[in-house]
């Protein structure tokens, strides 16, 4: 399997599939630069109500400078259960996440967002990004700020890992849709016609969108994390990636 992960993230993933048989190839096409945010939007964070984190990464990068801020009184919230448990780990405290979705839509059907008037909320975010769940929040009455604290960059890979990965007939492993079009955009012509032809192994339904919006042909989605990912591969037998 070809990873396309951050590089840290990648290589964790790739330890745990080697050690269970599953060849594996670290190919990052996202990293993740650490932010410092700004002292306008900290100062905002203070006056929340509530925090939500869209991401593992917004836990790792933002939290060294939200602790200091945090109270008993500020609520947090998170996207899905790996986010989740990254915040209760740091936190110490309880958080609010969707058991059913992983996804900023699976969060606000959750009682608490029905009705957030006069809500003062800060999601904890990379710079840029959607903005359908402030736009949300806000339509639903809340007050809404940003709390930004790493960028998504292109990373330098080595072209030869991916060609290697898709010689040996690899699947692909992707988590975002901006992962997968960097991937598209790193690879030579050649190489997306073969990527054309592998399987590609998903998070999320929009990341299939994106997918199918390039003619590939029918991405697997599964629940976001790496047990789901390796239990597919385990009842699929697929011990050579």
Aim: some cysteine; glycine content about 6%; charged content about 20%.
């Amino acid at each position: 399997m070809l990873i396309t992960r951050p590089r840290a993230e990648a290589t964790r993933l790739a330890e745990r599939l080697n050690s269970l048989g599953i060849r594996s190839w670290v190919y990052p096409t996202i990293d993740i630069t650490p932010l410092t945010p700004t002292a306008e939007s900290l100062s905002w964070a203070a006056q929340a109500a509530l925090w939500i984190f869209v991401s593992a990464n917004a836990v790792h990068a933002g939290w060294g400078f939200l602790a200091p801020l945090h109270k008993e009184t500020h609520r947090l919230a998170a996207v899905g259960l790996a986010t989740a448990r990254r915040l209760q780990e740091v936190s110490g405290t309880s958080v609010l996440y969707p058991e059913q979705g992983s996804d900023s839509e699976a969060l606000l059907t959750l009682p608490l967002f029905q009705r957030m008037d006069r809500w003062k909320i800060a999601i904890i975010r990379g710079r840029g990004g959607r903005e359908w769940l402030r736009e949300t929040l806000e339509q639903r009455g809340a007050q809404v700020g940003y709390i930004e604290c790493y960028v998504r960059q292109v990373p330098q890979s080595n072209p030869e890992t991916l060609e290697e990965a898709l010689q040996a007939g690899a699947s692909i492993s992707v988590q975002s849709t901006e992962s997968f079009h960097n991937l598209w955009a790193m690879a030579s012509p050649a190489q997306r016609e073969i990527l054309a032809t592998r399987p590609f192994i998903v998070s999320h339904s929009r990341i299939a969108t994106a997918l199918r919006a390039l003619g590939l042909p029918h991405p697997v989605v599964l629940s976001p994390g790496d047990d789901a990912l390796i239990a597919h591969y385990q009842k699929k037998g697929h011990s050579h990636g």
